[in-house]
């Protein structure tokens, strides 16, 4: 484990942190989402950009680890420099995954078969699905609430063009 950043200063204060520096040396990314999770959304989010800006040379993508992105993955996040690629081994994206953060790119794999409540509720940046317009719509419009408390206008590009969500 890395020691120092602001980020690991953050989750240096996580109640139960000797468990959660074991699991992130261990790279035990699943239980450590679900410690951090217990104390808040904020928790994530700095566990996440621990991960991907602090962890050590190499640092370490979170979703490698999982076949699911983490609820508060990035909640409210801000690095307008950061895209993230929810891979072909996601199956879901959690509630709040993506919700309030400002990056530069969310491309999310045409085998995401969920998305949770608040996940796509991005403060800014652009958001790419590895599909059709009529399959985003088919398998999320209607049956999540991924753009729910959104604040903007969300613009999903697709393979065949582009959605617009209005808030």
Request: hydrophobic content about 35%; overall charge negative.
């Amino acid at each position: 484990m890395n020691i120092g950043g602001k980020h690991y200063n953050n989750i240096e204060k996580h109640k139960k942190f000797a468990l959660l520096a074991y699991f992130i040396d261990n790279n035990k990314v699943e239980e450590a989402y679900e410690l951090v999770n217990e104390q808040g959304n904020q928790m994530a989010r700095e566990l996440t950009m621990y991960f991907l800006k602090e962890y050590g040379v190499f640092h370490l993508n979170p979703l490698e680890y999982l076949n699911y992105v983490p609820e508060n993955y990035l909640y409210e996040a801000v690095d307008e420099n950061l895209c993230i690629y929810v891979n072909d081994a996601i199956e879901e994206i959690k509630d709040w995954a993506f919700a309030f953060c400002k990056i530069k790119k969310l491309i999310i794999s045409n085998k995401v078969s969920y998305i949770g409540d608040g996940a796509l509720s991005l403060n800014a940046g652009e958001i790419e699905y590895q599909g059709t317009k009529e399959e985003f719509i088919a398998r999320f419009m209607g049956k999540t609430k991924c753009f729910e408390r959104t604040n903007r206008q969300q613009k999903i590009i697709c393979s065949n063009g582009e959605l617009v969500i209005n808030k």
